[in-house]
């Protein structure tokens, strides 16, 4: 379904907002509630879209994995608070329709103030055409570059 909206979309930028939330949504479906990370007391363990929304919503130190057959292995990371927003960083751990685009990190501050569908697509769509200088990264080049 992402690889067709891929292939079909007038907008990579908006293409790629579009799977990092339903990468987001996809784990949701799999997983509920969250664990305090045993390495780390600090970042709790999302197991859920839900969980990790709600940890959005107040900036609290969070991670979060979304595993896809198709659309391969996704991690995010919640910082903390940061200028006005949310620092949270993003990953692909593996994506088998684009092996270039694993462990590339993209770090962007978000408005936690609305939406987390929202805040992600908006920041990632502005980012992308350089509109934005909320996000830094090596992935943020493969933004710019489709």
Known sequence: MILHKLLNSQTGTTVVAEMLITLLVLGAAAFGGYRIHQHSTAVAVCDSKSCFEKKFSACEKASYTVRSKYDGTFYSEIYGPKDDGCSML????????????????????????????????STIQKAAVGQSTSCEGPFLKVLQNL
Do not use: A, H
């Not at 692909?92 to 609305?114: E, G, H, M």
């Open 90 to 121: 993003t990953r692909y751990t593996y994506y088998p329709n684009n092996p270039d685009w694993v462990n590339k990190d993209l770090v962007c501050t978000y408005d936690n103030s609305v939406g987390f569908d929202e805040s992600i697509s």
